[in-house]
């Protein structure tokens, strides 16, 4: 697994609204872009927001991006999300 690769992912969609608009639309060619295994992918792709927060994303890149991608009146589910299982998991996964 590489943090630095997801977290790029993360920070170019929160900076930058044509990247979190490409992401939104087709998130496996926007994802194709990065070095990210099909897990990783996967994760983002499905927001896991727990599962990558479990492997070690910034907590704050991953709302930035939350923000990008689903917007700020979806805080309930963002922290539904942080909150429940996740998908991934770190024992899974790097």
């Given at each position: 697994m590489s943090i630095f690769a997801v977290e790029q992912v993360m920070w170019d969609v929160s900076r930058d609204g044509r990247m979190a608009e490409a992401?939104?639309?087709d998130p496996g060619d926007f994802l194709a872009g990065y070095r990210l295994d099909a897990q990783e992918a996967?994760?983002?792709a499905s927001l896991d927001i727990a599962g990558l927060s479990a492997w070690g994303i910034n907590p704050m890149l991953l709302m930035q991006a939350w923000n990008a991608l689903v917007g700020p009146d979806a805080i309930d589910e963002y922290l539904?999300?942080?909150n429940?299982?996740?998908q991934a998991r770190k024992a899974?996964?790097?």
């Open positions: 992401c939104r639309t996967q994760a983002i539904a999300r942080m429940g299982a996740g899974d996964h790097g």
